[in-house]
């Protein structure tokens, strides 16, 4: 309560902070300055949200104008790959929420290998993408009018690979930015630079990364369950 | 609200002079800067630079239609400079306008803080925006576009030219609008000075915290909405080309869910500008200050649930347009309110005819046509005719320009001296907004009357009969493009003369900005102030000032 | 009230952060709650509810169990001060606007039919009927055939 | 106020409404005019320092003035939205006319299943239905006489009906941008009265079915909007000019070069991706099943013609 920069004595400064090595100057204090990016990030993610809204609502709209189409298509999707990524993002969530508790509670160690442990899921994540994606290539199950299938019975099947694409393809490079994300809190941990006094980055990385996770969970059951 | 002094330290009086434009001078410590008051100024000077292409282009548009057919240049020609045109003012001009310049620039010091709780995402944001301008003008030497600044499909997702750059533009744009939201959200939420309750912030801020809750809900739809767009020239994904099993209307409503609100974005600011002006010129508090706050707020929410109002004739099922018909009644509703607000702040005061006071006023006469010709056009059976017609083109530009713009004007001659340091002539500021006032008139009440008579907007050539009303109008532009040029120089000549120097609060005002030095120090305020009156109680604010000068 | 207090509202200071307790049993119960949610998203795909809307309902109510649990446990809703869930919140408020009003319009874009079709004869001096005007004509029938062959046809035009 | 002529009862009860807000929103503008006109004047700043009182609010006086404003609101609402439904649903004997619209023409077919050209013949005093749809782009229908107007969108029928009260000229435009030419695809309604609406229809009819083969394709190549992207004169519109192509060998951008003859001409109209012409854009829209074989064979023999 003490260290409050009222100007009583006219010469509290702000930079009187303990923790002034992190302490932005326009901040009071560093309890100031994690709630507001606290509150940044959360507004953040709500952008996040209402981008992916839209895909969402287009996935709908066509899904409820060629049902067929979609439940035909969505066969070609490999439903226990679709499992695996599901349990691995869920896993990778884990591992980050440890970590950044870790962090706060000053287990430096630990928030190391938890990073690292996310960052290694993150890629077996876009790993098993790859090998799904290299199918559909191969197969000419693509977007639009990239898609060259010759066993398309029903027509429209292009459209669920155009969502299925779209939608994946921007989740894919969430998680691309999310492990960019990672890789430096990585570098900086190695640094020292957190400790339970400031690991501001881990908590709004860890925010990100389940707000992703988050998306995943609707796509899993839109994209590989139709029925 | 306390009526107490305004605690501030006698030394705060006698602080060494230096200032944020003279401090740290040179190019680099300019364009690296973090400084809301600098990062302001550079988008203060970018947008308006945008804002001079844009009106020069409205210029080319309105000498072109002076006859029917070709007058100077050809159809393909005229049909992308109203593209050029739409774009930039809407999404490089009036988005950005108050919140990325005034916003920025006062918004930290009226809450008592150093800067914006992400000053370095403040810069970014600026330079999205100027990679963005660079992508939207840079559209036009990739091929051009003449898709009108709505982008509709299929014809946006089919024709050849540059399309893609304008979506990939539009979609950077968004980010930097999205980065000044969130920051202003935290900074209000987070960098209040001591004393600073919610309701005694003065109205600018409640007014630039409403914007930024749209920036931050509505922007992201227009980024998906680009993508969505860039995806079908790409690859004919498909989603909103009919002929390819999708629903071009569904394209209107992702357009729409941004394009609505984003005029909010474009008001509020502007009416929280005027929310300051009046009551400091009326020497009086702001009448009914929680109705203006909370409604703002509430337009904010409530502009999310009109779109459909734009796609009346689109096609859109006829039960729909009922809902979005008696919903954009209900948004009419907030806005009213703050008319009468302001009048009555005027009522029984002591009012002193300024320049920003003159455009204040001016602002409450063009937006009343504004607000008052939206009714026929919430208006389902009256719309339908009206629709796509020069009436709405009349319509939109009294709101954006006459409302936004002329609120702008207001602002910006309201803190200029705070700017830079330096009065203006208030003589030629006057005849300016003179100039502004009755070429606006003149250039937009021919077109409300086009429109009632069926006049089609997007229109290169028309009919013979219609020629008498669109030579007054381009006559009317003519006059206004001389008023803002008088403006210009008005506000710019006083920058090279030192004898124009500002006192710290020339207008009487009594939020916080105005207890600094004009221009202000680099970071604000050299003690954390401590807020004991309200924003409008101008008479505990100048026995403060009364102090101060005896002490 | 005084200055000081007005002070502490809108400045935070330390000893506030809630971060430091240790959540981990919440945060391993969680991640089951969450696999077993999977399973049964996995096993009620096989079931037939009745029609397709029925089924991808499940589906989504499921996914926003799941979706909730994150939010909550590891986003830390759960610990947290009210504004961030305020904010969380009113995003999901809006995009169920955004969802909710366009798909009306596409549901309620039936055909229109007169109530009652004026005489031969009396069409010199055609007056729009009194109140019923319309009736509604169910959904589906000729519209969406035409759409659907439309598009097979547009699809082949693409490819 | 709205001096457009009014050829409808529904224009007329648009224009009531058009008329109740003006009334509504002159009177709010005057309030507001002369308020501001007022205070300024009176209450105008006399000396440095001068007192004013210190009124914050007025909550009574406050909800008068949203709540009364409100009822007006209200009604404009409701009128509007049923004098809007009105417009929607047509009468089930209405003469149904369909409407294509394309890059910049719009073609109008009677129930006889033929279409002649850019102006639309109406019978006075029955209702007409429009069925529309596009072949390209969005367009839209605008009438503004009648003050009706709806998007044409493609690939689905969206409708308009109106009853025209006397015999006249309406202008049609099209109001959803649409291209270069967006600001010529106009088109005219020419209102008759039943018998010279019946007469007109036989005979062209007539015209039609007798017309040597060059001279109906002269006719269709207005009719049905070619010559807003072709010339017969060898100036380069949206598509290349017909002038001397007969007997031709072009260059195509995505086929081998081909003679330009019957069938090259019949698949131009029916595929006309198939093969474009080098150095052309691949925009023009299909005319599969809006040409009669008698229709098809016009053209060709009119492109044979010119020189």
Redesign the interface.
């Known amino acids: 309560?003490s260290?409050?920069?009222?100007p009583a004595g006219g010469q509290a400064h702000a930079h009187a902070s303990p923790h002034s090595r992190h302490l932005q100057h326009h901040f009071?204090?560093?309890?100031?300055q994690?709630?507001a990016s606290?509150?940044g990030m959360?507004?953040f993610?709500?952008t996040e949200?209402?981008l992916f809204?839209?895909l969402?609502?287009a996935y709908?709209?066509l899904?409820?104008?060629?049902?067929q189409a979609f439940?035909e298509a969505h066969h070609h999707l490999d439903?226990s790959l679709g499992?695996l990524n599901?349990?691995v993002l869920?896993?990778s969530?884990?591992t980050?929420?440890?970590a950044?508790?870790s962090a706060?509670?000053n287990r430096i160690k630990a928030t190391l290998i938890y990073l690292y442990a996310t960052f290694g899921l993150g890629g077996v994540f876009l790993f098993v993408k790859y090998i799904e994606y290299s199918h559909k290539f191969h197969d000419g199950l693509l977007l639009?009018?990239l898609?060259?299938y010759k066993g398309a019975n029903v027509?429209?099947e292009?459209l669920f690979f155009s969502m299925y694409f779209v939608m994946t393809g921007i989740h894919g490079i969430h998680i691309i930015v999310g492990m960019g994300v990672i890789a430096y809190l990585i570098w900086r941990t190695h640094q020292r630079v957190f400790s339970?006094a400031y690991y501001t980055p881990i908590?709004l990385t860890?925010?990100y990364w389940?707000?992703v996770?988050?998306i995943w969970?609707?796509l899993?059951?839109?994209l590989y369950?139709?029925? | 609200m306390?009526e107490?002094l305004m605690?501030r330290t006698p030394a705060a009086l006698h602080e060494p002079e230096g200032n944020f434009l003279t401090e740290n001078p040179g190019l680099k410590n300019w364009l690296f800067t973090v400084d809301h008051k600098r990062i302001g100024l550079m988008y203060f000077w970018t947008i308006m630079t945008m804002f001079f292409v844009g009106g020069v282009l409205a210029l080319v548009l309105r000498t072109e239609l002076l006859t029917p057919k070709t007058t100077i240049v050809s159809a393909e020609v005229y049909n992308q400079l109203f593209t050029l045109h739409g774009v930039i003012m809407t999404f490089l001009v009036l988005v950005p306008v108050i919140p990325a310049t005034l916003g920025n620039f006062v918004l930290p010091m009226m809450l008592g803080a150093k800067d914006v709780a992400f000053p370095r995402l403040n810069l970014l944001s600026y330079y999205l925006y100027v990679f963005g301008a660079l992508l939207a003008v840079g559209a036009i030497i990739g091929g051009g576009l003449d898709t009108g600044w709505t982008f509709y499909t299929p014809y946006s997702s089919t024709i050849s030219g540059g399309v893609s750059i304008m979506t990939m533009g539009a979609f950077v744009l968004g980010f930097s609008s999205i980065l000044t939201g969130v920051n202003f959200i935290a900074t209000i939420?987070?960098l209040?000075?001591?004393?600073?309750?919610w309701y005694n912030m003065p109205l600018f801020i409640w007014g630039m915290y409403a914007t930024a809750v749209i920036q931050v809900?509505a922007t992201p739809?227009i980024g998906i909405t680009m993508v969505l767009l860039l995806m079908e020239r790409l690859f004919?994904v498909?989603i909103f080309d009919?002929?390819?099993?999708g629903?071009p209307?569904?394209f209107q409503?992702f357009f729409w869910?941004y394009s609505h609100p984003v005029v909010y974005i474009m008001i509020l600011p502007g009416m929280a500008c005027i929310s300051e002006v009046i009551p400091t010129f009326s020497h009086k508090p702001i009448f009914g200050y929680k109705a203006i706050a909370w409604s703002s707020v509430g337009i904010a929410v409530v502009s999310?649930?009109v779109?459909?109002h734009h796609m009346f004739v689109s096609?859109?099922?006829?039960?729909?347009g009922a809902?979005?018909s008696f919903l954009t009644f209900v948004v009419a509703i907030p806005s009213g309110v703050k008319v009468f607000n302001w009048l009555a702040t005027m009522y029984r005061g002591s009012i002193s005819l300024g320049a920003p006071m003159l455009y204040a006023i001016s602002f409450l006469l063009l937006f009343g046509i504004g607000g008052l010709t939206g009714l026929f056009l919430g208006t389902v059976a009256v719309d339908v005719h009206l629709h796509d017609t020069y009436f709405i083109v009349a319509h939109f530009h009294y709101v954006m320009m006459g409302g936004t713009l002329i609120a702008f004007f207001a602002g910006l001659h309201y803190w200029w001296p705070k700017m830079y340091g330096r009065m203006y002539n208030e003589l030629w500021a006057a005849i300016g907004c003179l100039f502004v006032f009755l070429g606006f008139n003149g250039t937009f009440i021919p077109q409300f009357l086009l429109g009632s008579r069926g006049m089609p907007r997007r229109y290169y050539n028309y009919l013979d009969q219609f020629q008498f009303l669109h030579v007054a109008s381009t006559i009317g532009s003519y006059l206004l493009g001389v008023g803002l040029v008088i403006m210009a120089v008005t506000l710019i000549v006083p920058l090279f003369r030192k004898r124009y120097d500002a006192p710290n609060n020339p207008w009487g005002a009594a939020s916080l900005e105005w207890t600094v030095s004009s221009p202000p120090p680099t970071h604000n305020f050299h003690h954390v102030p401590?807020v004991?009156h309200g924003p409008y109680d101008f008479k505990a604010a100048r026995r403060l000032e009364q102090m101060e000068s005896h002490s | 009230?005084s200055?000081?207090n007005?002070?502490?509202?809108?400045?935070?200071?330390?000893g506030?952060?809630v971060?430091?307790h240790?959540?981990?049993k919440w945060?391993?119960a969680?991640?089951l709650a969450?696999?077993v949610l999977?399973g049964i998203?996995?096993l009620a795909?096989?079931i037939?509810f009745g029609s397709?809307?029925v089924?991808?309902m499940i589906?989504?109510a499921?996914?926003t169990v799941?979706?909730g649990l994150?939010?909550l446990?590891?986003?830390h809703l759960l610990w947290e001060?009210g504004?961030?869930a305020v904010?969380?919140l009113?995003?999901?408020f809006?995009?169920a606007?955004?969802?909710s009003?366009?798909?009306?319009?596409?549901?309620?874009?039936?055909k229109?039919?007169?109530a009652t079709?004026?005489?031969?004869g009396v069409?010199?001096?055609?007056?729009?009927a009194p109140l019923p005007?319309?009736v509604v004509a169910p959904k589906g029938g000729a519209?969406s055939e035409?759409?659907?062959a439309?598009?097979?046809a547009?699809?082949?035009?693409?490819? | 106020m709205m001096p457009v002529t009014q050829a409808s009862?529904y224009a007329r009860e648009v224009d009531n409404i058009y008329m109740f807000i003006t009334y509504f929103g002159i009177f709010f503008y005057a309030v507001i005019v002369l308020g501001v006109g007022y205070f300024v004047y009176k209450y105008r700043r006399r000396r440095q320092n001068e007192e004013t009182p210190d009124i914050t609010h007025n909550t009574a006086l406050e909800i008068i003035w949203t709540v009364i404003p409100s009822i007006p609101l209200v009604v404009m609402a409701f009128w509007g939205f049923n004098t809007y439904?009105?417009a929607?649903?047509?009468?089930?004997?209405a003469l149904e006319i369909k409407v294509i619209a394309k890059k910049w023409a719009w073609e109008f077919t009677y129930p006889n299943g033929m279409s002649f050209g850019q102006e639309m013949h109406v019978p006075a005093?029955?209702?007409v239905k429009l069925v529309m749809i596009s072949q390209d782009v969005i367009h839209d229908f605008y009438l503004p006489d009648f003050r009706i107007k709806a998007d044409i969108v493609p690939?689905?029928?969206t409708q308009l009906w109106f009853?025209a009260d006397e015999p006249g000229e309406h202008q049609v435009f099209c109001a959803e941008y649409c291209g270069r030419d967006h600001s010529n695809m106009l088109a005219k309604v020419v209102v008759d009265t039943e018998e010279q609406y019946q007469q007109w229809l036989e005979q062209k009819a007539e015209e039609a079915m007798n017309m040597p083969l060059p001279e109906l394709g002269k006719l269709l190549y207005v009719n049905k909007g070619c010559n807003t992207c072709h010339s017969i004169d060898g100036t380069r519109i949206q598509g290349p000019s017909f002038k001397g192509i007969w007997g031709q060998t072009h260059q195509f951008s995505n086929a081998a070069p081909a003679v330009v003859d019957e069938n090259y001409i019949r698949e131009s109209l029916l595929q006309p991706?198939a093969r474009v012409r080098a150095g052309y854009e691949a925009i023009m829209p299909s005319f599969q099943g809006l040409l009669r074989e008698r229709e098809i064979q016009a053209l060709a023999e009119y492109v044979k013609s010119l020189k």
């Open positions: 309560m260290d409050i920069a009222i009071h204090n560093s309890a100031q994690f709630e606290k509150i959360w507004l993610l709500v949200i209402l809204s839209g969402f609502l709908f709209m899904q409820t104008r060629h049902p439940i439903r499992v599901t349990l869920l896993v969530s884990f980050m929420v440890m950044v508790q706060a509670l639009g009018n898609f060259s027509p429209g292009y339970s908590d860890g925010l389940h707000l996770d988050l969970i609707f899993f059951p839109l369950l139709v029925s | 306390a107490v605690q939420h987070k209040r000075a001591p004393g600073l309750s809900l739809v004919q498909g009919a002929s390819l099993g629903d209307v569904l409503h869910f999310f649930f779109w459909g096609g859109q099922s006829e039960f729909a809902i979005f401590v004991t | 009230m200055v000081e007005e002070a502490m509202e809108s400045i935070p200071h330390h506030e952060e971060h430091t240790n959540h981990t945060y391993v969680n991640i969450l696999f999977t998203t996995v795909a096989g037939n397709n809307t089924n991808l589906a989504m499921i996914a799941k979706a994150v939010a446990i590891f986003m001060k504004m961030n904010i969380f009113s995003s999901l809006f995009v606007l955004f969802m009003f366009t798909f009306f319009d596409v549901e309620t874009r039936a229109i039919e007169p079709p004026s005489e031969p069409s010199a001096g055609y007056q729009p005007l319309y519209a035409h759409g659907e439309a598009k097979a547009g699809g082949q035009a693409a490819h | 009862d439904m009105q929607r649903v047509a009468p089930a004997d005093g029955r209702p690939n689905r029928y009853n991706t």
